[in-house]
């Protein structure tokens, strides 16, 4: 199976140069692989979003005057329902760190392609955060620079009042987006990127998208700021649809009572100070779902590890259609691999099952217990490289795998990746959506 079987064996191993970085802010010592490739782990691209700096955008890292190891991941960010543990380091309000994994003789002159992932969790939980680039890079021969980070979730992330607006900001988990694209364009070079080469992939979307000049976590920022996206990344990859119901300030308040309330800052003047002052055991117990009540679309089916409403939302998704009407080229693909386990439960191939296939199974967390390591192991070069491409040349096609279709819109099947026709009632509904589009928009 080409490179791909010799990357199992080749990560992991440490070679005796320990690289180092030096930024305005501080110097970190990384790692360097006897794969090739330099990792960069738990550095900050923000000063820790805690007391005064809660639910407002995220400011500049605090300096570190002593070289600083870069060798572990930084800790995650508080998900919805966690629970809080005093002694525990993998889940903290004190999470805004990033990783880099470049070649390791890449220099400040190489200019490569910047790959820079924005991990899903549907807002609400850092879905395995911690992916690793290693894999990716050694398949595209060396040729592109890896990007991976947390950002604020559930309430720490997303809190929604007019009150955070009056004295804090909206969208803060967006914002840490946001600060590590800024991050990229200022100190990417160092790790041997090209800051006017930048590629975002998100894991809630379902296309690939060559974007130019100023236009999920991947759809917002292709529409944040009216659409223009500052020159912070040229191209996105987003995968797995998901497009939960954006719902109004207004409509939030309630959210945000209950959470004041289980926080005990309900029968106070200034609510905001007050869950400032809180202590993060007392914020996270006050973070749990509150559902909406009497959504347009009715509950359907459940799907496991997803919120009560999350089939309904996404049978409303058109967004390649959208972009496609207003941006260069769209290319779409469907991804119907299935794994024995989940053809076994009725699931057939769920929601962001196909991240083994583009990172490697042995570069995600449990991974490597999927088939994609085992009897579906042949369509991961296949897949891996789409993307791979698609960093490189903002395109699919020049680097695919030798034996795959130069196509826009493809199935990925085992052994039998072809192009396939848009079902009929899939183009019924899109004409639906994009018919009523203007009058929502009034």
């Not at 998208?209 to 009216?226: P, Q, Y």
């Amino acid at each position: 199976m080409r490179r791909f079987e010799l990357l199992l064996i080749f990560c992991g191993v440490v070679t005796a140069a320990s690289p180092q970085v030096k930024l305005d802010y501080a110097t970190y010592v990384g790692t360097s692989l006897a794969a090739g490739v330099n990792q960069f782990l738990g550095m900050r691209f923000a000063a820790p979003p805690l007391g005064n700096r809660r639910w407002r955008a995220p400011e500049d890292p605090l300096v570190e005057t002593s070289p600083v190891q870069a060798s572990a991941y930084g800790s995650i960010c508080y998900n919805l329902g966690a629970a809080f543990d005093p002694t525990a380091t993998t889940l903290s309000e004190d999470c805004l760190f990033i990783d880099v994994y470049s070649p390791s003789g890449a220099s400040e002159t190489s200019e490569l392609p910047v790959w820079f992932f924005i991990q899903g969790g549907g807002y609400i939980q850092n879905s395995n955060a911690n992916y690793n680039g290693t894999g990716v890079i050694v398949e595209s021969g060396r040729n592109i620079v890896v990007v991976n980070f947390n950002y604020r979730v559930s309430a720490f992330g997303f809190l929604a009042s007019e009150r955070v607006a009056r004295d804090g900001t909206l969208n803060f988990g967006l914002l840490d987006q946001r600060k590590a694209l800024l991050w990229v364009q200022k100190y990417i070079s160092k790790f041997g990127s090209d800051p006017n080469h930048v590629v975002i992939h998100g894991v809630s979307a379902g296309l690939l998208n060559r974007i130019s000049g100023c236009g999920g976590s991947v759809t917002h920022h292709l529409t944040a700021f009216g659409g223009c996206n500052d020159g912070l990344f040229i191209g996105a990859i987003g995968d797995s649809v998901f497009w939960p119901r954006e719902a109004p300030v207004p409509e939030l308040e309630f959210q945000f009572d209950l959470f004041a309330a289980a926080a005990g800052c309900i029968n106070v003047t200034d609510q905001i100070a007050c869950l400032r002052t809180q202590n993060t055991s007392t914020l996270v117990a006050a973070n749990v779902v509150h559902s909406f009540q009497g959504r347009l679309y009715p509950l359907r089916s459940p799907l496991p590890n997803h919120a009560p409403f999350f089939p309904s939302a996404a049978a409303a998704n058109f967004i390649a259609a959208q972009i496609n009407r207003v941006r260069q080229l769209v290319w779409n693909y469907r991804f119907s691999v299935v794994q024995a386990n989940d053809a076994t439960a009725g699931l057939g191939v769920p929601h962001a099952s196909e991240l083994p296939a583009i990172f490697g199974p042995a570069f995600i967390p449990g991974g490597s217990s999927t088939t994609f390591a085992t009897t579906n192991a042949p369509i991961v070069p296949v897949v891996m490289n789409y993307c791979i491409s698609f960093i490189r040349s903002l395109n699919p096609n020049p680097h695919r795998f030798f034996n795959a279709t130069n196509q826009r819109r493809l199935k990925f099947v085992l052994n039998d990746t072809h192009v396939e026709e848009i079902p009929v009632n899939e183009n019924m509904r899109c004409a639906f959506w994009n018919e009523i589009g203007a009058r929502i928009e009034q």
